[in-house]
């Protein structure tokens, strides 16, 4: 028999649970004794829905529930907690300042880092490791968590990250200068104890996830894997499925052969053509393959008949008894259900699938291959009945947006002229001064512009009502810029609930869950909206703001969109045809509104693509690929215009080292970027590779409310003139305001144009 398997649930609840609890226990309305007894339900719950769906009993995930993230899980289960952290209580106190800080009487550290986990949208805390580290096994949370399912009569398997994976996914503590995983003989004594631990508490299978196999690996990984694996799979009674997940296993194929362990699982939805090459290499090894079929990263129904092909393939080499059917990962990167999604166009919500959704279809592929396909007869035929409809839909398919993409020609992706000649035919119009002002383009979003568009949805404020309260916000807003002597202004952007959202409810092709939540990190969690269909622009999205603004001032103001990379990357995107096919219609939307600006009379337009970077493949060998594409998506996007309008851009991090070439081949008139966090490394790039065009690095951040005074942010102009020449140079904060309050936000600008002020009158 094949069984239906799952690497990882999410976490959150129907209805947020965790999130709320979590926030009222940080709030001081929750106490501690409540907060561990309401996780305790809802593990329950997610149990007994994966239970009650037909997930087997011993292949039913545990220790994937986390009350911040399963990294920091980890560094409590092995006692790897830095020093500032040690003198907190134990554990929740010092577990929590390990996320997201701690300020109290006497106490004052900071967070952890954190970084985003492989190319998801899903935030890790970064294990920090010295030199001297010692491991033991502090947190009994795995095991207490197995015994606590099994009182509910479940078997689950639980989830650990790996050794390898943990120890690679960490840094050397600051100071400290080696790297992590030479810890690895030290670290697996104490998986070794704890799989003890587990199997003596009942447990089977334990599942242990190494998932930056789908990196590029340094040589000795073959060696260091087996030897560490060797040791676990010694421990008596256990049986361990190690789990890749993200990409392809590429050349790591060879790390895998090598690994004396039960079972391995692949994601076969990102490297459907390694089936053959796994199934061969369990039926070599004998062991248990876990096929990852169904999408445990995207919302979209699978194809059936697709995946129960791909099972019974395996099934045909390895036996029914050596096959598991699963998700291509943990269902964390998911939403909880579908349920909720009650105001959703039924057509659309026939072809998704959430969470709870997925299980269903893990357990009619199972007993489809068991029991034959007439036993599941009726879902398949739903199943084939919703792909039919996905595939040939007119919501899907819009033969103009396909003419369209169609009479794209090579001249779409270039300015009429270069920089060169751009520059001075756009300051003959701007008449900037040097050193000219800038913001990125949303200041504070009050209590009252999100009470104001509460009141919109409500229903108890007219349009009209509405649109007078933000045409006021985007006046007083205009007047204080004008006032502290901005030079290129922005209108605010506060009829704007978040940059994707805002353009995605605008555009066709678009559709908004009401529930579809996904943990972003700690307690944070996002809704990304559903691109389902060809995108199109039905009208004109900023213009009628845009040209109100401008209308208000004599300064010059800055249009603002968001550029489709960034579109694409924070949505749910399109299964059914590649990533870049759906960027470049995102591009072609708002080429259109680029236009619709200058005509308009809109002098300068910033295009946002804060998320470039974070799209980059997994792999290396990927990245050319990937990076021509992004870059051509933006020039699509953004060269439809004269020489004299100005083409602003964004990027909110400054690790361009590997992109460069990248933010050359954009030719963005200026970009603005995040500076204040870095060294100076990256303005040495910038001279190094000779970057010609406008340039403003931020001048301070923006992620606090302090106000950096005049010497501060004159010092770090000075030092970025070391690296870059004047004539090309911005002064801007480092991103958008919009988390700020107007008392901070008033002051820093002021220092901020003082400060180019004395710059243009020393030069
Ligand atoms: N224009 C956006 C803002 O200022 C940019 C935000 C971002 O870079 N994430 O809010
Ligand atoms: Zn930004």
Do not use: K, Q, T, Y
């Given at each position: 028999m094949v069984h239906a398997t799952n690497l990882g649930f999410p976490r959150m609840g129907g209805n947020r649970e965790l999130k709320k609890m979590v926030e009222n226990y940080w709030a001081g309305k929750l106490d501690e004794k409540s907060l561990l007894s309401g996780a305790k339900t809802l593990r329950a719950e997610h149990w007994s829905i994966q239970k009650a769906a037909g997930i087997q009993d011993g292949h039913i995930p545990s220790n994937d529930f986390s009350f911040y993230d399963q990294v920091l899980d980890h560094l409590h289960i092995f006692n790897v907690i830095p020093k500032k952290y040690q003198g907190l209580q134990f554990p929740l106190e010092a577990y929590f300042a390990m996320g997201r800080g701690l300020q109290k009487e006497g106490v004052d550290v900071p967070a952890m880092e954190m970084k985003k986990w492989f190319d998801t949208n899903y935030h890790f805390i970064v294990p920090e490791f010295t030199a001297e580290q010692e491991f033991s096994l502090r947190s009994r949370k795995p095991i207490d968590e197995f015994v606590e399912a099994k009182a509910h009569g479940i078997t689950t398997r639980p989830v650990l990250i790996g050794p390898v994976s943990f120890l690679r996914l960490g840094k050397a503590a600051k100071g400290h200068n080696f790297?992590?995983?030479?810890l690895l003989d030290k670290l697996v004594p104490v998986y070794e104890t704890l799989l003890k631990e587990l199997v003596a508490a009942g447990a089977e299978w334990v599942q242990l996830d190494e998932?930056?196999?789908t990196f590029d690996l340094p040589k000795e990984f073959k060696d260091l894997y087996a030897k560490a694996y060797a040791r676990l799979s010694a421990v008596s009674g256990v049986k361990i499925l190690v789990a890749n997940y993200f990409g392809r296993l590429g050349d790591n194929i060879d790390i895998v052969a090598n690994l004396p362990v039960s079972a391995i699982h692949v994601d076969l939805v990102r490297a459907p053509e390694e089936l053959d090459a796994v199934v061969k290499l369990a039926k070599d090894k004998s062991l248990v393959l876990s096929l990852g079929v169904i999408n445990g990263r995207n919302i979209w129904k699978a194809d059936l008949d697709a995946a129960i092909a791909t099972v019974k393939r395996a099934v045909a080499v390895?036996?029914?008894?050596r096959v598991l059917v699963a998700p291509s990962c943990s269902m964390l990167h998911t939403p909880h259900s579908l349920e909720p999604e009650v105001k959703m166009d039924k057509q659309i919500r026939d072809w998704l699938s959430f969470a709870v959704q997925k299980l269903d279809e893990l357990v009619v592929i199972a007993k489809a291959v068991n029991n034959g396909e007439d036993s599941v007869k009726a879902a398949l035929e739903a199943n084939r009945a919703s792909m039919k409809a996905r595939r040939t839909s007119p919501l899907v398919h819009d033969a103009k947006v396909q003419a369209e993409m169609k009479a794209v020609t090579e001249d779409m992706f270039k300015r009429k002229s270069p920089f060169t000649t751009r520059s001075p035919a756009q300051q003959a119009k701007l008449n900037l001064p040097a050193f000219p002002t800038t913001t990125v383009g949303s200041f504070p979003q009050t209590k009252e512009v999100r009470v104001a568009r509460q009141n919109l949805k409500k229903g108890n404020w007219t349009q009209a009502e509405y649109e007078t309260f933000i045409k006021a916000e985007t006046d007083k807003c205009i007047r204080f810029q004008e006032k502290v002597g901005l030079d290129m202004l922005v209108?605010?952007?506060?009829?704007?609930?978040?940059m994707v959202e805002y353009f995605g409810e605008n555009l066709k092709g678009y559709v908004f869950s009401q529930n579809g939540w996904v943990q972003s990190y700690g307690s944070r969690c996002v809704k990304p909206p559903i691109i389902y269909g060809d995108v199109s622009r039905p009208e004109p999205m900023t213009v009628y703001w845009s040209t109100y603004a401008q209308k208000q001032t004599t300064k010059p103001m800055k249009g603002m969109l968001t550029g489709p990379v960034t579109m694409l990357q924070w949505s749910f995107v399109r299964d059914d045809q590649p990533r870049s096919d759906t960027a470049f219609q995102l591009a072609l939307a708002i080429r259109k509104e680029v236009q619709d600006l200058e005509k308009a009379g809109i002098p300068a337009i910033q295009i946002d693509e804060p998320a470039i970077r974070e799209g980059l493949p997994l792999r290396r060998s990927d990245w050319e690929a990937y990076l021509k594409w992004a870059a051509r998506a933006f020039l699509l996007s953004s060269t439809g215009v004269e020489d004299t309008t100005q083409i602003h851009t964004h990027m909110c991090y400054s690790d361009f080292n590997d992109i460069f070439s990248t933010i050359q081949a954009l030719d963005a008139d200026a970009i603005t970027i995040e500076n204040s966090k870095s060294d100076l490394k990256l303005l040495h790039a910038f001279e190094k590779y000779g970057y010609a065009n406008g340039i403003g690095p931020g001048l301070y951040d923006i992620h606090s409310p302090r106000v950096p005074s005049q010497q501060e942010m004159g010092d770090r102009l000075k030092e970025m003139l070391v690296y870059l020449k004047k004539e090309l140079v911005w002064v801007n904060p480092d991103c958008g305001l919009k988390t700020r309050g107007w008392p901070e936000t008033e002051k820093a600008l002021d220092n901020m144009c003082r400060v180019a002020e004395s710059f243009r009158n020393a030069a």
């Open positions: 790297d992590p995983i030479s998932p930056v196999l390895l036996g029914a008894d209108h605010g952007e506060f009829e704007r609930n978040d």
